[in-house]
Structures are given as structure tokens and as C-alpha cells.
């Protein structure tokens, strides 16, 4: 449920707070973050072009894609709720040199603050933590430029994602603590465009993140069947 009227579930954030001083240890639970990263960047960058263009990074954590972005010559923004793992990106910036401005506030009230400000956004595996995912993609409308960029990333809801991203990912393979996702939450392709829609983007493209137990490689393929990347304009 909502806290307090602010789009966020207590529990979630202080599950994520817990974990939040290993946000770096790219063997920690962060792993799969730090393994997925460089394909989510790249893709990002291939169609948007992060060079010179302003984004905000919507759930930054501990600020991995959001430092990433950095790199790539972007003016980046992250926004999260969890005191502790802002604490931890921003110390990690003394480390890296790179720039990033990360604050603690909510995206609806950042799009009451600052409507079409950006050139891209960017909210990559948290609509399926917050209790009103359509709130969130509403308000990344907003950030948006007119012709900009949003990406959304999460989980699709079917029996194939339920085994691959709970019972493979969190209990057999143990890629993830237990209890990290809740199959409710998922959210289906077909539900995530409509949701978009109504918020007034237009789908662009939607690509499949996979993984193999066996080379335990990420890769960005067709497959959209459990972990996916829907990209919109505005």
C-alpha cells in the first residue's frame, strides 16, 4: 500500500535499505545489476544517445546505471526513497570522480517540480516494487521532453517468469536474495503499453533480457517471456 500517500511500500524499501552497503560489491546480491548493466547501457545509448543529454534515473538505488550514464557524458539525475542506498551512491561518486546528482524525493512530485525537463528517463526494475506502477509511468511522461526517451525495464507475468525469476532466480540458483520479487507485482508487456498509453507515449520497441545457468551470461534477445525492456517517446 501507499505510505503516507507517497507511492512506495515501507517494507520493500526497507528490504532494498538492508542490502544497501553492498550496492557495489559486484559479487554481493547486486551481482546480477552489475552483469546486466553494461547491456542496458549500451542499449539505452544506442537509441537515445546519452552524450550532452539530460536524464534522470528514476529508483537509482545505489546509483550503478546512473553512474554508467555518467560516464557516457549524460547529466544525470537519480531519485530514490532509500536514504541508505543514496548514501551509499553518493560516497561511491568520491571513488569514481563522476557526477551525479541524486536526490531523495518522489518521481510524482518531481514532475510537479520540473515537467518536461529531461531528454531521457530512465526506471529500470522498480514498477514491480511500488504499489501504483501506472502513478510511476505517468509521472516519467511528465519528466519527459517533447520527442524524448523513456525506458522501462521489469518482469513479465507468466508461469515461465514465476519459475525463472523465483523459484531459479531467488531459490535454486540463488542469483538474488529471497523474497526480492512478488509474482503479483509482475507486470505483463500488454499492460505496461496500456499503461503508457494512457499516460500519452508511444511504444517504440520492447526487447528481452535472458540469462543462461549454464555460461551464466546475460544477453538482450527477442525473448520477452521474463525480464524485458520497453522503450517509449513522447
Not at 509521472?139 to 525495464?153: E, I, P, T
Not at 525463472?164 to 509482475?186: D, N, Q, S, V
Request: with cysteine; charged share 20%; aromatic share 8%.
Amino acid at each position: 500500500m501507499k505510505n503516507d500517500g507517497i507511492n512506495a511500500d515501507p517494507m520493500e524499501l526497507e528490504k532494498f535499505s538492508q542490502l544497501a552497503h553492498h550496492w557495489w560489491d559486484p559479487n554481493s546480491e547486486f551481482k546480477p545489476l552489475h552483469e546486466i548493466n553494461p547491456l542496458r547501457l549500451n542499449y539505452i545509448d544506442e537509441i537515445a544517445g546519452l552524450d550532452g543529454k539530460t536524464v534522470v534515473d528514476v529508483g537509482c538505488g545505489g546509483g550503478i546505471l546512473s553512474e554508467s550514464m555518467a560516464a557516457r557524458g549524460a547529466r544525470v539525475t537519480g531519485i530514490d526513497l532509500s536514504d541508505k542506498a543514496l548514501k551509499v551512491a553518493k560516497l561511491h561518486l568520491l571513488e569514481s570522480g563522476h557526477q551525479v546528482d541524486y536526490r531523495k524525493i518522489t518521481v510524482e512530485a518531481l514532475a510537479v517540480e520540473l515537467p518536461q525537463h529531461y531528454d531521457i528517463v530512465t526506471c529500470m526494475e522498480m514498477l514491480e516494487h511500488v504499489p501504483d506502477p501506472a502513478s510511476v509511468i505517468q509521472s516519467c511522461a511528465r519528466l519527459v521532453k517533447n520527442g524524448g526517451w523513456v525506458f522501462f525495464s521489469t518482469l513479465n507475468r507468466n508461469l515461465k517468469a514465476y519459475l525463472y525469476a523465483i523459484i531459479g532466480a531467488e531459490y535454486i540458483l540463488r542469483l538474488l536474495p529471497r523474497g526480492t520479487h512478488e509474482y503479483a507485482k509482475f507486470i505483463k508487456p500488454s499492460e505496461l503499453a496500456r499503461m503508457a498509453r494512457t499516460a500519452g507515449l508511444i511504444e517504440s520497441g520492447i526487447i528481452g533480457m535472458t540469462y543462461n545457468p549454464i555460461t551464466k551470461i546475460y544477453a538482450l534477445e527477442a525473448d520477452t517471456s521474463v525480464n524485458y525492456i520497453m522503450t517509449f517517446q513522447a
